[in-house]
């Protein structure tokens, strides 16, 4: 007496860069499992999910090297938040709240209010804008801005003095959260990278 489902979920069709139905007479067809193995799985992925569904979806060689130069940005930046807590303990090293530097509480409240953005997406089902705030987040708040300023403390101050432990606190805060909410979609990168953040643990906790 009722649907099998409790929602569902509708998309377009996937097209080539100029619109056209892929056809193998015409020879625009871009095969998922040659992406895969070529690209790799997590280009396919963020694809997916970085695409807007509910009109036609389009892939081509030139969209997927957009892709690819935006998951390189992604993983970079991971690559630097890991790289400066390779000596942090959080247990240990973390600095409370009340006593970090006033800019590593504002990455904190910036971190927050992207994440909440995000996860509304997620709970919308609307991934392409939830993806694309995850991106600018990467390139622009963090890259273009607070990880910008931050290296200066990073490398130049004490090893555990208390600049240099606020940075990373922050910064510790801020893998975690990226983390688990790239991880519904870059599962492969994400799960390398929380295997890093904290050895001995295999699942990212909710």
């Not at 409370?96 to 997620?122: C, H, K, S």
């Not at 622009?140 to 200066?152: N, Q, W």
Request: aromatic residues 8%; proline residues 3%; neutral net charge.
């Amino acid at each position: 007496g009722r649907p099998p489902y409790k929602a569902l979920l509708t998309h377009g069709f996937v097209v080539d860069g100029q619109g056209r139905k892929m056809s193998k007479s015409v020879g625009n067809v871009v095969a998922p499992q040659k992406v895969s193995d070529t690209l790799g799985a997590e280009i396919l992925r963020l694809w997916t999910a970085s695409t807007d569904y509910s009109g036609e979806l389009s892939i081509s060689d030139e969209i997927l090297k957009r892709v690819v130069e935006g998951y390189r940005r992604i993983r970079n930046t991971l690559k630097f938040l890991l790289g400066n807590l390779s000596d942090f303990d959080h247990a240990r090293d973390a600095v409370p709240l009340e006593q970090m530097f006033e800019i590593d509480r504002y990455a904190l409240a910036m971190t927050a209010a992207m994440q909440a953005e995000v996860l509304a997406g997620y709970e919308r089902y609307e991934f392409h804008p939830a993806i694309s705030r995850l991106q600018i987040f990467c390139s622009e708040d963090l890259g273009g801005f607070y990880l910008d300023v931050l290296k200066d403390r990073l490398y130049t101050a004490g090893k555990t003095s208390i600049a240099r432990r606020s940075a990373q606190t922050a910064v510790h805060h801020v893998t975690q959260t990226l983390l688990k909410l790239l991880a519904p979609v870059l599962s492969f990168t994400a799960e390398e990278a929380w295997k890093d953040l904290h050895p001995g643990r295999d699942d990212i906790a909710t």
